[in-house]
């Protein structure tokens, strides 16, 4: 098992997350020809940081399509679901 894969599974993601965070610069690491170079300090700074929560904005309109599902009442009211 290579470091990125234990680093993966120490955060719980796969390995190609966690190249995707070192190609962001998001992990500080090093690539070299033998893969990615990483020490246990910039996986804890990574972990510390704060999570950024984004809210989903979606505009929802009688009639639009969602896949293959169509919005009746973008604003149902509680005590009519049961």
Do not use: F, H
Request: with cysteine; aromatic share 6%.
């Amino acid at each position: 098992m290579n470091r990125v894969q234990e680093v993966a599974d120490y955060l719980g993601c796969s390995g190609s997350n966690v190249r995707r965070l070192l190609r962001q610069g998001r992990i500080k690491g090093t690539r070299t020809p033998k893969g990615w170079m990483m020490t246990e300090e910039a996986v804890q700074e990574y972990l510390a940081q704060p999570k950024i929560i984004r809210p989903i904005k979606l505009k929802v309109e009688k009639g639009q399509k969602i896949g293959y599902w169509t919005v009746i009442d973008p604003n149902p009211k509680t005590d009519q679901i049961k």
